[in-house]
């Protein structure tokens, strides 16, 4: 079952700024948070990973409060090419001590021209 | 490009065939993943191998047998699979499994479909 709650889906227009809030109530300690992109039939692609406060790379930040319990995706300017699924992961820690990371459903974001 | 590769891209097999999906990585990753993607469903976590070792088998029926032969092959072999088992079929790797900051590196897939 996954840790994490995410919109289903959001629209957004080319050119804009699109947020995307993940929760994650019961995020341990040691766990960092992770975002994946997926376009159709293809594996999810690595956006970026933080721990807390902010996390900026070439195609996204990442934005994470003091208490932890919850994240947003912030992807400046989108273009049609950045329609795709987006997954809020952390990790989730199986029987016998093992670590995982478990997909939800994502936010499918669908760019308008 | 993320390092990992499958092959075959597409499968097409009848219910009474025998297949293997095999999976690559060249990035010198210990851990190595099988997942299945079915059509409107999250992705599903099916076996999981650490230095080539099976740590994790989630309740997969026996009709999907997996093989880590080096910390660099992964194959997942198939043998009379239902309708129900088409998906898209996902390898990834990372450095190790036991890691909350470990990424995951994805291959493109093998679209399965059982006829």
């Known amino acids: 079952l996954a840790k994490t709650t995410q919109p289903i889906s959001m629209d957004s227009y080319e050119g804009q700024e699109v947020n995307i809030t993940c929760s994650h109530n019961n995020i341990a300690t040691n766990d960092y948070i992770t975002w994946y992109q997926q376009f159709p039939s293809q594996g999810p692609r690595f956006i970026i990973q933080?721990?807390?406060t902010k996390v900026t790379n070439e195609v996204a930040s990442l934005f994470i409060p003091a208490d932890r319990k919850s994240s947003t995706l912030s992807l400046p300017r989108v273009s049609l090419s950045d329609t795709a699924v987006y997954y809020c992961l952390v990790g989730d820690i199986l029987g016998a001590g093992s670590y995982q990371l478990t997909f939800g459903k994502g936010t499918k974001l669908s760019v308008i021209p | 490009e993320t390092g990992v590769t499958q092959t075959p891209r597409h499968l097409v097999m009848g219910m009474t065939n025998k297949k293997s999906l095999k999976c690559e990585q060249h990035l010198g990753h210990n851990a190595m993943y099988w997942y299945k993607q079915s059509a409107k469903k999250p992705l599903e976590l099916m076996f999981v191998?650490?230095?080539?070792?099976?740590?994790e088998n989630n309740s997969v029926p026996s009709r999907f047998s997996p093989e880590c032969p080096n910390s660099s092959h992964l194959f997942l072999h198939l043998h009379t699979l239902q309708p129900e088992d088409s998906a898209l079929y996902l390898c990834?790797?990372?450095?190790?499994?036991?890691?909350?900051?470990?990424?995951?590196?994805f291959g493109p897939g093998t679209r399965l479909t059982v006829l």
């Open positions: 933080g721990y807390k």
């Open positions: 990834a790797s990372s450095q190790e499994e036991v890691a909350s900051a470990d990424t995951q590196y």
């Open positions: 191998y650490n230095f080539k070792e099976q740590t």
